[in-house]
């Protein structure tokens, strides 16, 4: 028989119980650290031992019996996993266990076996076990599958009853593309009860969640102003506090003028636990859509990122450093001033890249004496990047028309 009809799937609690391993081969050494990481008290009986084993023993973790089994060996055990490559001894083992009510898990032929153990994963909170068939190498490829569906949020994590404690994730949704955002932000998205979502965050996974998440945008409101940053805070402070799981969807990288810094002390100073998930951000992966690598061998061993709102006097004035400027499209001009009376070459090349990684992505190209003009000419609008640098030139859309 194997787990199928006529068995019940259970998970055990063997923390500090006695569980006896016959054999020391590979089945042996995989059982034995499977059962210590759970907390077993582990009894190995086998005249001879792989190297891991060895060095289990060596720690002190595991005892050794070394000799073969002897009738006996199971006083006092809860469970016995035989795997001794030598069907006589399993056969006993298992025999011996039948007699003392001891529930047996056998490596090799499954007959008299009254235990199997799944394949196992586990993802977040949740313990995948597959088994059935007989087919270990088939129930290891379905345990993957099922985890790597988990992790990548494809299945629905989310907690149906009450779960006690909420928190907060600070996820970097990249620049658009929703294919651009992590697995573990994904992940947590399918687990989220609330969504707190910017402007910029990849808005299309939202048609994912199922319909009771709360989706709270943040970046949309009548007067065409965003929710100022106090209130956004309040806002995952407070569903947190009623124990729900709440995704703070961000555009690009959190911590790349994204005001997450400012998210995560607020959450910590209000006692919630938080998480940041690192996200593609705009400043390298827009730049890249375009053909530009931020830094090249032999033309740029740097670069900056700035927003075009600041004063830009202190960053290196030199075409092989690349400047990357977020925000600032309507003060491009005075921008590209401002670094040529710093001291930059007017002929750096120069590129503006409107909504980056979507569909709707344009480069325009041209020199920083010239990449205001053309853009204005274009009619360029936000959100978009300029880069500033000797890099611009290995783009495609290179040399300006
Ligand atoms: N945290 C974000 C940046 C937030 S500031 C990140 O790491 O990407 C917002 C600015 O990012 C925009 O004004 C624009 O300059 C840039 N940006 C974000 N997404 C973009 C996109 N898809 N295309 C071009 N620029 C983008």
């Given at each position: 028989m194997s787990s199928g009809e006529g068995s019940l799937p259970l998970t055990l609690r063997v923390t500090g119980r006695k569980v006896v391993v016959v054999g020391g081969g590979h089945v042996a050494t995989r059982r034995t650290l499977s059962l210590l990481d759970a907390g077993a008290q582990v009894v190995v009986i086998s005249p001879s031992i792989s190297d891991s084993l060895a060095s289990s023993i060596g720690r002190g973790d595991v005892a050794w019996i070394q000799r073969t089994y002897e009738s006996g060996d199971l006083d006092g055990a809860w469970l016995v996993q035989t795997a001794t490559a030598d069907p006589e001894v399993d056969g006993r083992v298992a025999d011996d266990a039948e007699a003392h009510q001891i529930w047996c898990l056998k490596g090799g032929a499954h007959d008299h076996a009254t235990a199997w153990s799944p394949a196992v994963a586990r993802v977040a909170d949740v313990t995948v076990a597959v088994s059935g068939g007989g087919d270990a190498g088939r129930a290891a490829a379905l345990r993957d599958g099922v985890a790597a569906a988990l992790q990548s949020g494809d299945l629905p994590l989310r907690h149906r009853t009450h779960h006690p404690d909420g928190f907060v994730a600070l996820v970097g949704g990249g620049p658009g593309d929703p294919g651009l955002l992590t697995t573990r932000g994904r992940r947590l998205l399918a687990e989220a009860d609330v969504v707190v979502i910017d402007r910029l965050a990849p808005h299309s996974v939202l048609a994912e969640l199922p319909p009771d998440v709360e989706v709270i945008d943040v970046g949309k409101m009548p007067d065409h102003h965003p929710i100022p940053q106090d209130e956004i805070n309040a806002i995952l402070i407070d569903r947190a506090k009623q124990g729900k799981i709440v995704v703070r969807l961000k555009g690009g990288d959190p911590y790349v003028f994204g005001r997450g810094g400012e998210e995560l002390i607020a959450c910590r100073e209000a006692g919630i636990p938080v998480e940041v998930v690192p996200g593609?951000?705009?400043?390298?992966?827009?730049?890249?859509?375009?053909?530009?690598?931020?830094?090249?061998?032999?033309?740029?061993?740097?670069?900056?990122?700035?927003?075009?709102?600041?004063?830009?006097?202190?960053?290196?004035?030199?075409?092989?450093?690349t400047l990357v400027m977020l925000m600032g499209v309507k003060r491009l001009a005075e921008t590209a001033a401002e670094l040529i009376a710093a001291g930059h070459d007017p002929e750096t090349p120069s590129a503006l890249i409107e909504s980056g990684c979507t569909e709707d992505q344009r480069v325009t190209v041209g020199t920083l004496a010239t990449i205001a003009d053309r853009a204005e000419a274009v009619g360029a609008r936000p959100p978009a990047i300029t880069v500033i640098g000797d890099v611009v030139a290995l783009s495609p859309g290179w040399p300006p028309a």
């Open positions: 593609v951000t705009s400043a390298i992966a827009v730049a890249a859509a375009a053909g530009i690598p931020v830094t090249h061998r032999g033309v740029s061993r740097g670069f900056s990122v700035v927003t075009g709102h600041e004063s830009l006097a202190d960053v290196p004035h030199n075409r092989a450093h």
